[in-house]
Nanobody, 121 residues
Framework: QVQLAEYGGGSVQPGGSLRLSCVASGRISSINDMAWYRQAPGKQREMVASITYYGTTKYQDSAKGRFTISRNNDKNTVTLEMNALKPEDTAMYYC???????????????WGQGTQVTVST
């Protein structure tokens, strides 16, 4: 099986920074698109940033200019650098990846368990 594990969540003051990372492990052949989503209590899950295999990025308007998504295909990792954090960024952040697993010609969408980001004084 394939697992995604997120790291780097925590509590930070407004204006601060956090760096989230996600590591995919298991019987992985390659990974297509990767993305970071977030969900606040009582709210819909929303995509914050995405990145293709070759590095084309897409950002939610509220994150553009503050967040940066990157990936390392050799290490099967994706990173989200978050700067100038605001209280409204508070949410559970989830890693998402479309993974080609070993022995299959099909890809499957996987989710991490989530890492909490809290922005407050």
């Amino acid at each position: 099986q394939v697992q995604l594990a997120e790291y780097g969540g925590g509590s930070v003051q407004p204006g601060g920074s956090l760096r989230l990372s996600c590591v995919a492990s298991g019987r992985i052949s390659s990974i297509n698109d990767m993305a970071w989503y977030r969900q606040a209590p009582g709210k819909q899950r929303e995509m914050v940033a995405s990145i293709t295999y070759y590095g084309t990025t897409k950002y939610q308007d509220s994150a553009k200019g503050r967040f940066t998504i990157s990936r390392n295909n050799d290490k099967n990792t994706v990173t989200l650098e978050m700067n100038a954090l605001k209280p409204e960024d508070t949410a559970m952040y989830y890693c998402n990846a479309d993974v080609f697993y070993t022995g299959s010609f099909y890809s499957h969408d996987y989710w991490g368990q989530g890492t909490q980001v809290t922005v407050s004084t």
